[in-house]
């Protein structure tokens, strides 16, 4: 499958995702039973996809305790969600905005107190953000930079409490796909394989009595697919629907490993996202565009040409589409007008 920059996308979007693991872990529960309350509804919203009632948490957070960073944290958080979600482009402005004031504040509360372990989450937690927001953005050295500094913070929690598992899933993510972009440095002495190192970590944590695992098997579900085992990711991907049953996210993940297993079933849980989407979301062209490719080559796959081309169709027959070599959106049109016409070939 030529899925390259979906896969891309979600390998970024995982070293961002997985941070939301945040607060809620049995092992882990901040001091503060209204915040962490308030944070245990904030995140699940988000999970869930409930974005506005996402936001009016956070903001609540943010007014009534402006001098810890987790309400900016989480509404840079919320937005990123939101805005991969509805594949639109990223409000750069208000996300860095949040991040960056939520990485001074936590610097200042580390002053007064370098051994708080939730001050050091914080700190790591927007620290991480910021890498993602650079390697979307293509700053791929500051990216990495932001990255190890996070990670580091990370390490330094686990000195403190070892069984804090948002550190585990942290660095147990950014040890694989790390390893695994330095592959073809593997001469260098500093290039080990981390891969398996990163892989248990993250089993360790989808094993333990955190509250969030599911975030922790979102990782594994892609890393899983980057291996090729299939089965691997299926498994870990329904038992998280079977608590969020209605998560593009994971369907999404699903979806991907069923096409190497079951095609079929990949092209029902393509067609569920596809109608998923809330009726406020405008301008879905793009989400629109990269589910029907998918349907289609999944039909082509078990040799139904004719819904095959039903697809290519009504993709192709969408007013105002991006010309080849514009962006993402416009190589993928050209790959549906390439499928086309091969499936007509074949007529």
């Known amino acids: ?3 390259t920059a979906r896969l891309v996308r979600y390998k970024i979007f995982l070293f961002f995702i997985t941070f939301l693991i945040s607060i809620n872990t049995s092992a882990q529960v901040y001091p503060d039973k209204v915040i962490d309350s308030l944070l245990r509804s904030g995140i699940n919203q988000i999970v869930n996809q409930h974005y506005d009632s996402a ?55 580390l002053k007064k107190d370098q051994s708080n372990i939730w001050y050091r989450y914080f ?28 990670i580091s913070e990370f390490e330094k929690i686990l000195t403190i409490k070892q069984n804090f ?12 796909w790390k390893s695994r972009k330095m592959e073809f440095m593997d001469w260098l002495p500093f290039a080990s394989d981390t891969k398996n190192t990163g892989i248990d ?29 299939y089965n691997d990711a299926i498994s870990v991907a329904e038992k998280a629907l079977k608590e969020f049953p209605d998560s593009r996210t994971f369907k999404w993940g ?35 565009i990269t589910l029907k490719h998918l349907i289609a080559q999944q039909y082509a796959k078990i040799g139904d040409r004719k819904n095959a081309l039903k697809y290519c169709e009504e993709i192709l027959s969408i007013k105002n589409l991006p010309q080849e ?3 993402e959106l416009g190589e993928r049109i050209e790959r549906v007008k390439s499928l086309k016409k091969e499936l007509s070939k074949s007529n």
């Open 1 to 3: 499958m030529q899925e």
């Open 55 to 109: 936001e009016k948490i956070f903001n609540k957070l943010n007014n009534d305790y402006p001098n810890l960073p987790l309400g900016k944290i989480y509404l840079a958080a919320n937005k990123i969600a939101e805005t991969y979600d509805y594949a639109k482009e990223f409000d750069e402005e208000f996300i860095l905005n949040k991040l960056e004031s939520a990485k001074d504040q936590a610097e200042k509360l």
């Open 123 to 150: 700190y790591a937690l927007a620290e991480g953000y910021i890498s993602y927001f650079e390697a979307i953005n293509g700053s791929w050295l500051s990216a990495l930079s932001s990255g190890v500094s996070s």
């Open 165 to 176: 598992f948002e550190a585990y899933i942290a660095i147990g993510t950014f040890e694989y």
């Open 201 to 229: 970590l993250l089993v360790i944590a989808t094993d333990s009595a955190t509250y969030n695992t599911y975030l922790a098997m979102n990782s594994l579900i892609w890393i899983y697919i980057d291996q090729e085992r």
């Open 254 to 288: 699903l979806a991907r490993a069923y096409e190497e297993k079951n095609p079929s079933m990949a092209i029902q849980l393509y067609k569920e996202i596809l109608v998923s989407y809330p009726s406020s979301v405008t301008n879905n062209n793009k989400n629109i």
């Open 325 to 327: 070599d514009d962006s």
